[in-house]
């Protein structure tokens, strides 16, 4: 509802020049500064970009709207004397500056969010005041409240909008702001690097901006201390996964008379992926965001698709690759429409790779009718960004390190595969390293961490032992320690390194956390809780910290305490993680159950959600780890309704955990829930086949022993089912071999009609590109997975395809979910 009491909005124009008509006025001050700002500038528009410099760049911007200061702006004398002011007086100095120089600007009222309603003429549908300068037949539009717009350049959120344009002597009336910038709006990116034999990039990138985007950054850095622009241009690069940003040079950000520039040297170790024969490589920083449009009324009264401002944007590429390496440039690509055109030119010369993109945007809108003919536009041009550099080894066999390679250069290569989720390839180059230089100062720590993430725990026990021996006193190295350990359920030397952690930084909030987490699980409730305070007292905002501590308290008999403390847990961090760990520690605990169900429910809810999600064609390294969290959610819920004593929905629930992720924990569950039914063969089935899975627990021999008699029974036993988790990953297509090779191959699968599962799609990943051929075989195989309920779910797979001409057998071999860190 809007409400006014103007009649007209030259009405409305009149008020505001009675508010402002004593304060444009200039005084002695103002006319000295203006005459002494235009001393030897030529012609009034020199004398104007003056002017309009300094009073946009010296003056800070405050926002000033309080009573009549709403509307009216202070004194043009004022705002010279403090140096600051809102929109409207900055506008009110620059105005008075102009007029005393004989040039006669006009204030002009906007809004710079939404368009005017011309019916409705009220000074509440405005919310900045700019300045128009007639200047014989040219029109001169300014706007100093940014402090940094290049002269004449409105923000895109201004332009083509009508406002109330109020003359010094004249009529005020509406008028619409212009639609272009004064320079060509664009963006200029090249990069020219060189890739090194371990696959490491080294590259100059540099940026030249002009128009929106030039404004946009300026604005950022006139904002963000110098101190942090090293963290502005290092999100800049993010697209590029990372990297280390050196020589970072960027112009000043009220150099507004010349483009923005922006330039660094970046290198980013494992950008090539040398261990392969064969990789595709996506160009570097490279992106061009066209919105994404869609319109269901395509009626003659319906909006127009908001393209955004006109512009062009230039990339260009230029990438050494080692000599070992051949390339095949993608296909070159180009498409014009009458509202933007896109060019892409991709040639190999050498071993040098060049291309050049080019997107043009020549109009800001499209009527709705239109929508289909830009996103066959929009998916064209997508298509080209997804197309990579495809580069083979010419070496002979498999590849390898390179000889003379540095030990600090195979350590920073391994740590990027390390984050790249390729542990194999980290070990190997970290291997590399300590046999290189023995004692390198962080190649045993950075191998540890690899070993305990494939968990060979023995070997980063190892490595680890080593790293201390190098230095005594790191930062790292008994925390470290402490997790290996733990990993293994060795508690008392776990304790031990936890305790020389904290012996050697008393204020060390990992130690103590996993000092208490560890004391946790050890049952160890009373040594746990003072460790976790501490812990706690360090990172007050860790969620999971207060979980832990909420479960001591819970041990030790202090509910309140520990209810509490699962609330503030929440408080913290209300996630799934959170939610089911919660819902976990009170169904051990069988107490306050209905809560627990609760939560656990909203964990399995919220995962499924995200996992519907999934699509092979846009997988991410984040989409990797929510099918092992759903496994952990499942075994939690049906945990709670074992406390419960429902006994048919545990079953259910701790079944399809423990079938798919082979968990130690949720085996032993599921033997659990069989000894309550009284099903003995299936408890010991269950116990046994749970010791050869991942991180069994310490009580399920002790079940297993005393349903079978005895502790000299148990391994027998655990012999007896030893193969049948590899059985049960095992998927036999048959004899159907016509090659012999190896391929990994993504599933995704999804409840069918029953509680079986479908296969919705199937992607070849690496490997023989022959066996791609298997993909529908994969399609139609039975891949032994039993949905709890009827919740609509998606779950991924990924797995080994081995063929043998030999034998004419086909297996294709499961990974467990933990395992599968990588999308290629």
Not at 53 to 67: E, I, P, Q, T
Not at 432 to 449: I, Q
Request: net charge negative.
């Amino acid at each position: 509802v809007q409400l006014t009491t103007f009649k007209s909005w030259e009405e409305v124009g009149r008020w505001y020049a009675s508010l402002e008509k004593d304060r444009r006025m200039p005084s002695p001050e103002v006319r000295a500064k203006a005459e002494d700002l235009t001393k030897g500038l030529n012609g009034d528009l020199e004398k104007t970009q003056g002017l309009y410099d300094f009073v946009a760049k010296n003056f800070r911007y405050v926002s000033l709207s309080l009573g009549v200061g709403r509307y009216q702006p202070h004194s043009a004398a004022d705002v010279l004397h403090n140096q600051y002011g809102d929109c409207k007086d900055k506008h009110t100095l620059l105005e008075s500056l102009l007029e005393a120089e004989g040039l006669h600007a006009s204030s002009v009222l906007i809004n710079s969010s939404r368009k005017l309603d011309p019916d409705m003429p009220s000074p509440s549908q405005f919310d900045h005041v700019i300045t128009l300068l007639p200047l014989g037949k040219e029109e001169v539009w300014m706007d100093t409240t940014s402090e940094v717009a290049p002269f004449r350049l409105l923000a895109f959120s201004l332009r083509k909008k009508q406002a109330l344009v109020i003359p010094a002597d004249g009529t005020p009336h509406l008028e619409e702001t212009p639609d272009d910038t004064p320079t060509p709006d664009s963006e200029r990116s090249e990069i020219d690097g060189r890739v090194n034999e371990l696959g490491k990039l080294e590259a100059k990138v540099n940026y030249v901006f002009r128009g929106d985007e030039e404004l946009l950054l300026r604005s950022i850095f006139r904002r963000v201390p110098q101190a942090q622009w090293q963290r502005v241009a290092e999100n800049i690069n993010s697209s590029l996964g990372g990297g280390d940003i050196t020589n970072l040079k960027i112009s000043d950000p009220a150099a507004t008379r010349e483009a923005f520039t922006l330039s660094y040297n970046v290198s980013r170790a494992n950008f090539l992926d040398w261990s392969k024969k064969k990789s595709e490589i996506a160009l570097p920083l490279s992106q061009f965001n066209l919105p994404e449009l869609d319109s269901d009324d395509d009626g003659p009264d319906a909006e127009p698709l908001k393209l955004g401002p006109k512009a062009e944007y230039f990339y260009s590429v230029k990438i050494e690759l080692p000599a070992k390496y051949t390339a095949r440039a993608p296909l070159p690509f180009s498409l014009e429409r009458d509202y933007a055109e896109y060019e892409a030119s991709y040639k190999i010369e050498g071993t040098t790779f060049i291309a050049g993109r080019k997107l043009t945007l020549r109009l800001e809108e499209l009527p709705a009718a239109r929508a289909s003919d830009y996103q066959a536009f929009r998916r064209a041009v997508s298509a080209d960004l997804g197309q990579h550099l495809a580069v083979e080894s010419t070496v002979a066999g498999a590849p390898t390190v390179p000889p003379d390679t540095k030990a600090d250069d195979l350590v920073e290569s391994g740590r990027a595969a390390m984050n790249n989720g390729n542990l194999a390839l980290a070990i190997e180059l970290l291997k590399r390293a300590t046999e290189v230089d023995a004692k390198n100062k962080y190649a045993w720590y950075a191998l540890a961490v690899a070993y305990m993430g494939v968990r060979q725990n023995d070997a980063a026990i190892r490595a680890l032992q080593k790293q201390i021996e190098i230095n005594p006193y790191d930062e790292y190295a008994y925390n470290a320690l402490g997790q290996a350990y733990w990993q293994q359920r060795n508690y008392d030397d776990a304790a031990t390194a936890f305790h020389k952690q904290i012996e050697i930084n008393p204020l060390d909030k990992n130690a103590h956390a996993g000092l208490g987490t560890m004391y946790s699980e050890w049952h160890k409730y009373d040594r746990a809780a003072p460790e976790l305070e501490k812990a706690a007292s360090l990172t007050p905002d860790n969620a999971a910290l207060q979980v832990s501590l909420g479960d001591a308290y819970l041990n030790l008999g202090q509910d309140e305490k520990a209810l509490a403390t699962f609330d503030h847990a929440i408080e913290i961090s209300a996630t799934p993680l959170v939610w089911n760990n919660i819902a976990y520690q009170l169904s051990l605990k069988k107490e306050h159950l209905e809560r627990a169900q609760q939560y656990s429910e909203s964990s399995v809810s919220a995962t499924a959600a995200a996992l519907r999600n999934l699509s092979l064609d846009r997988l991410t390294q984040q989409d990797l780890p929510l099918v092992a969290s759903l496994i952990a959610y499942w075994d939690t819920l049906g945990w709670v309704h074992f406390a419960e004593g429902n006994l048919d929905q545990a079953e259910k629930y701790v079944s399809a955990a423990w079938g798919l992720g082979h968990h130690g924990e949720v085996g032993d569950h599921l033997g659990q829930i069989y000894e309550k039914r009284g099903d003995k063969d299936k408890a010991e089935r269950a116990y046994a086949i749970s010791l050869s899975g991942l991180r069994p627990t310490s009580e399920t021999r002790g079940r297993l022993a005393a349903l079978l008699g005895g502790d000299a029974k148990v391994d027998a036993a655990v012999t007896k089912y030893r193969d049948e988790l590899q059985k049960v990953r095992s998927i036999d297509l048959g004899k159907v071999a016509k090659e012999t090779g190896n391929a990994e191959f993504f599933v995704l699968l999804s409840r069918g009609t029953s509680s079986t599962a479908t296969v919705e799609s199937v992607k070849f990943v690496s490997g023989d590109e022959k066996l791609k051929s298997f993909s529908e075989a994969l399609r139609t195989a039975d891949y032994h997975l039993t949905f709890p309920d009827d919740t609509p779910v998606k779950i991924l797979r990924r797995g080994i395809l081995s063929c043998s001409t030999a034998t004419g057998n086909c297996m294709f071999v499961l990974m467990l979910p933990d395992d599968v860190r990588t999308v290629d």
